[in-house]
């Protein structure tokens, strides 16, 4: 099973991104994916951006931690996932998470937990 796991300062294109999750692989039965949005307020306060910033080496070792204990509670065909980090703004896609696998169920398990443990 391939992990892919990154850290990127450019936005996310989610559908681009969803599509090498299954492209070729005849087995996938079902794609699941979680898109993160920066939103306007935080605990009530109005924001109008955020910068993130990230520890190159000890983020992508996280990722790809969460990733692999997802591989190896579920039977999984592919898995992503996309870390935003820099300036951004309300709306903006800053995370993205998806499994494959044979049947949904093991994908919405898989997505559902590298997203929360994320």
């Known amino acids: 099973m391939d992990v892919e796991v990154r850290i990127q300062a450019t ?23 979680f898109i993160g949005l920066v939103r306007n307020l935080n605990e009530g306060d109005a924001i109008t951006g955020m910068t993130l910033e990230h520890y190159p080496g000890m983020t992508e070792k996280a990722l790809v931690e969460i990733a692999s204990e997802a591989r190896s509670r579920w039977n999984l065909i592919d898995a992503i996932i996309i870390h935003r980090v820099g300036p951004m703004s309300p709306n903006d896609r800053i995370v993205f998470v998806a499994a494959a696998s044979v049947h949904r169920k093991e994908a919405f398990l898989a997505c559902e937990y590298m997203i929360t443990t994320l």
Do not use: M, N, R
């Open 11 to 33: 936005p996310l294109d989610a559908l681009a991104e969803t599509a090498p999750v299954y492209a070729g692989k005849s087995s996938v039965g079902g794609v699941v994916s």
